[in-house]
C-alpha cells in the first residue's frame, strides 16, 4: 500500500463519494451533540414557543420564566389600554397616581396566584396606586365567564372586590351552585342577584372588557399594565412576583 495515499484514494471514486459525505454527516452529527448536551446541562438552552409567531423564546428550567395562561397566538392583538372610567372596579384611593388595570380570569390559576400580589401592593402602595380589575376569561375554561357574570352581579349590590376575592380563594369550587352560596354568605339580595343573572347584563359588562383587553394587545392571563401619572404605560405579562412587579412601580412613583 502507497503510504502517500489516503483510504479514499483507495476506493473507487463513486464510493469514495459516498463515503466522504457519511463522514461529514456523523461529524456534524457529534458536533451537534456535544453542543446541545453542552447547553442543556447549562439550563440555558433556549427553544422558540409552539404557534408563536412573534418568536419569543422560552428558556429550559429557566427559574425566571413568568407563567401565565396563554391564548392561541390567532387572538393576539396590539392597541391603547382603555380608559379608567366610573364603570370600572377600582380597589385603593381613586385619584391615585399610578394605575395598575390587570385584565384577569377567576379560573386561571396563575391569576389565582397573582391576586394576592395586588392585594399586597394596593395596601403597601395607599394613596399612590390604584388597581383596576377587568375581565379576560379565557374560553378553554368552562367556568371563567360564568363566574365573571356573577362578580358583576355581585357587582350591582357592591360586593365586587368581596365576591372576587372570594372566588380566587376558592378557584376548587367555581360553578353555579357557589356562586349562589357566595351571594348568600355574603348577603347579596339573592333574588336581585339571580335575576342579574338570568338577564345577561353582567355578561355584556364582562365580554365588553374582554375585547378591551384584546385590543390592548393582552395574550394570556393575567395581564396587566402600569400606567403612571403622564400616561406612560408598561406592560406586566403573567404572574410576576410581589418583588418584581414592586420594583416597576417604584421606577414610575
Known amino acids: 500500500m502507497d503510504p502517500t ?86 380597589r385603593g384611593d381613586k385619584n391615585a397616581p399610578v394605575t395598575i388595570v390587570e385584565y384577569s380570569d377567576f379560573e386561571c390559576p396563575f391569576c389565582s396566584r397573582f391576586h394576592p400580589t395586588m392585594v399586597q401592593l394596593t395596601e403597601e ?10 375581565h379576560f376569561p379565557l374560553s378553554f375554561h368552562p367556568q371563567a365567564e360564568p363566574s365573571a357574570e356573577a362578580s358583576e352581579c355581585a357587582s350591582e349590590q357592591g360586593k365586587f372586590w368581596e365576591y372576587a376575592d372570594k372566588l380566587f380563594e376558592n378557584q376548587s369550587l367555581l360553578g353555579d351552585a357557589y356562586y349562589k352560596q357566595l351571594a348568600t354568605e355574603l348577603k347579596l339580595n339573592t333574588k336581585k342577584f339571580e335575576e342579574c343573572l338570568t338577564s345577561d347584563r353582567g355578561l355584556a359588562i364582562v365580554r365588553s372588557q374582554s375585547q378591551s ?38 421606577s414610575v412613583l
Open 5 to 90: 495515499k489516503s483510504f479514499f484514494d483507495l476506493l473507487p471514486p463513486k464510493t469514495a463519494f459516498f463515503s466522504g459525505i457519511i463522514v461529514a454527516i456523523l461529524a456534524l452529527g457529534t458536533v451537534g451533540f456535544v453542543i446541545l448536551s453542552g447547553c442543556m446541562l447549562s439550563g440555558k438552552c433556549a427553544i422558540a414557543v409552539a404557534g408563536d409567531r412573534q418568536g419569543d423564546t422560552l428558556a429550559v428550567n429557566d427559574p425566571n420564566t413568568v407563567p401565565n395562561d396563554p391564548l392561541p397566538p390567532e387572538e393576539e392583538s396590539v392597541g391603547p389600554v382603555a380608559a379608567v372610567t366610573d364603570a370600572d372596579h377600582v
Open 125 to 134: 402602595y395607599k394613596g399612590k396606586v390604584r388597581w383596576v380589575y377587568r
Open 213 to 250: 383587553g384584546a385590543t390592548a394587545g393582552v395574550n394570556g392571563t393575567p395581564g396587566s399594565f402600569i400606567i403612571d401619572a403622564n400616561g406612560g404605560v408598561q406592560a406586566v405579562r403573567g404572574a410576576l412576583p410581589y418583588e418584581s412587579v414592586k420594583a416597576m412601580l417604584e
